[in-house]
């Protein structure tokens, strides 16, 4: 049987850390804040915009959310971001995912400032972390590094198999975990729903994370026993068909892979507290940086 890796466990000690870090901020006269870019209201993007919101009254910061039409052009969404870009209230800017179609998510994510680019969507943020240098990691992939290493499973000299290629998940995660540094040094691989016989590369896996955005794909079958499974899925599915009751369920069928695996996230309760908590982190950080340039303004 499974260890559950407990998510709210681990976001809880990590904003413990943040808690003195805000009241340094405040004695410079520097609250930290953030602006939320909301583009309609997908269900899941609200249930996301509660948990920040209450991340940041518990840690003193501001938070604004923008509210825009689902019909909102790229021009005048980008127009938007350059206004928050120049507003020193915020420190941080993160556009709530997914966009409507029409909108080209890419190129909204480098209308944001790298400095303020506290969810990694900018590919200058993104060229930073593949390069190894100091970046802001999407909040995700940097959740689920947080996970492991709090948990007590390094991915250092593991075979990490990753089933997933996003922007936000896979690809980001892959190069965290290749650097030459602590707590990353593994040999990554990474699938995807194209990939020819998935389940003989999963059961290679010492650690497997599954950001596939298919309810319980993986399947017992497709694990190895002892293997650290980390479920990023967030899938609502109606139980049984056709009640009109719905529940969230991950990536993997966490009932039957949890008697085979040696540590699982749940869902909910694993990834996704990790992940707010880490987007705290990187608003701090930004906070941090930009009061020591005011500083050394101040000093020159």
């Given at each position: ?15 413990g ?39 940041c009254d ?85 959740g ?45 691989t ?5 990939t ?42 109606e139980?049984?068909?056709g ?58």
């Open positions: 049987m499974a260890k559950i890796i407990d998510g709210r466990e681990i976001a809880a000690e990590i904003r850390g943040l808690k003195p870090r805000t009241e340094k901020l405040k004695e410079r006269g520097i609250i930290p804040g953030l602006a939320i870019l909301l583009v309609g209201e997908h269900p899941g993007s609200l249930s996301y915009l509660r948990e920040i919101e209450k991340g518990e840690l003193g910061m501001y938070t604004d959310v923008v509210k825009l039409a689902q019909s909102v052009t790229q021009e005048k969404l980008e127009r938007r971001i350059e206004e928050l870009n120049q507003d020193n209230k915020f420190h941080g800017i993160i556009i709530q995912l997914p966009l409507p179609e029409h909108l080209d998510a890419l190129r909204v994510g480098g209308t944001i400032s790298p400095q303020k680019d506290v969810d990694g969507a900018n590919p200058v943020n993104m060229g930073r972390l593949l390069l190894g240098e100091e970046a802001f990691v999407p909040s995700t992939a940097h689920v590094h947080q996970l492991l290493i709090h948990s007590g499973n390094s991915p250092e000299g593991k075979h990490v198999v990753i089933c997933g290629r996003s922007n936000i998940v896979g690809r980001p995660l892959m190069g965290i975990l290749v650097q030459k540094q602590k707590d990353a040094n593994a040999t990554v990474v699938c995807h729903t194209r020819r016989d998935l389940p003989s590369i999963t059961r290679q896996a010492d650690i497997l994370i599954v950001a596939i955005g298919r309810a319980e794909f993986i399947t017992a079958d497709m694990v190895k026993e002892g293997t650290i499974v980390i479920d990023v899925g967030v899938n609502q599915v139980i049984p068909a009640s009109g009751k719905f529940k969230l369920v991950g990536d993997v069928d966490f009932d039957a892979v949890k008697e085979k695996a040696g540590a699982i996230t749940p869902v909910p309760g694993g990834v996704g507290p990790v992940t707010t908590a880490m987007l705290l982190t990187n608003v701090i950080k930004a906070a941090e940086v930009a009061a020591d340039k005011i500083a050394s303004r101040s000093l020159s």
